[in-house]
């Protein structure tokens, strides 16, 4: 261990007078590697410098490592804006054989108290960090996961994210160990190879046409179903009115009924009655009364009527009496205005 002593204080002076400043942003941190050290021993100073600060050292003897400790973006697409030029998205298999490639995007950022680990056997910057352990860890998982997966299924989102963080947390189980973290997988844009991609479009259209076609039977099943109930209703309106009618016509008939019945009833009283009043009438007539009464109405029959007696005795009998001559006898005594004589 170097240990300073009086005369090593020009030196150090000299040192001094020499530093320079070494600056971190308001997302940096920064490490300190010491290729000379007077007071310990060479190699990278364990402390942190942390952002925002400015900080001043000697050069030559010095070596500054700034990492951006922020949120970082690997973008791995086919297009414009990826991390390379050209295709760099995520090429592999579906699990029943077609060729797919998706577009990936990473969002990961550097643990700050892992830098100096980092610094030693990762990389001396973040995009060295990104090329040599973000990047080829995130693809190889990436694929182990989507390539489970069957090619329809790609077009079901909700598969595709659950897929993403699985591959999330895989990748850190690797990674935070080595200082990174995942935050993000976003899955982009995919595409099957050509001959594919018609078959999904046609068997898209097929599925679609399928669809209107279910839609318009049902259509159709709903609309018999409105006119079954409507003539469902129209029958039991109907029904209802006849039942109607037929009760009406059965208290019409009914009342009919007790009047007829009432009637007979009076009728049959009446009759009653009279029958009673003869039967009465009948049993006063057999008696005495009933005698004189009988008198009475033949004298009262009789009443202005010539009355002629004939013998019943003596010569004359009555059952040789020749009647014809006997009425002559009297029709011309009559016409000549003669009494009529009595016997």
Known sequence: MFSPTIRH????????????????????????????????????????????????????????HVYDIGLQNLAMTRGAGGAREGDDSLHFKTHDGNDISVDVTVAWHIDPAKVVYILQFVGATNQSVEEQLVRPVTRTVLRDLLNELRSEQYYDATIRFAKAELARQACNHYLEPE????????????????????????????????ARLRSESEAAREQRRRELEQAKGEVNTL???????????????????????RESEALLAEARAKAEGLKAQAKALSGTGGRNMVKLQVAEALRGKPIVFMPAGGGSDLRTTNMNQLLEHFGALAVAGKDVPVP
């Open 239 to 261: 029904i209802e009115e006849a039942r109607g009618e037929a009760a009406k016509r059965q208290l019409s008939a009914d009342a009919a009924y007790f009047g007829r019945q």
């Open 179 to 210: 200082g990174v973290s995942i935050d993000q997988v976003l899955l982009g844009e995919h595409k099957f190879n050509p001959a594919y991609e018609q078959v999904i479009r046609d068997k898209t259209v097929a599925e679609q046409e399928a």
């Open 9 to 64: 204080l020009p030196v150090l002076l000299l040192l001094a007078a020499g530093c320079l400043p070494h600056d971190t942003g308001s997302t940096e941190v920064g490490i300190r590697t010491a290729k000379v050290s007077l007071f310990g021993d060479a190699g990278v100073v364990k402390d942190i410098y942390p952002s925002g600060g400015t900080f001043f050292f000697a050069p030559f003897v010095n070596d500054w």
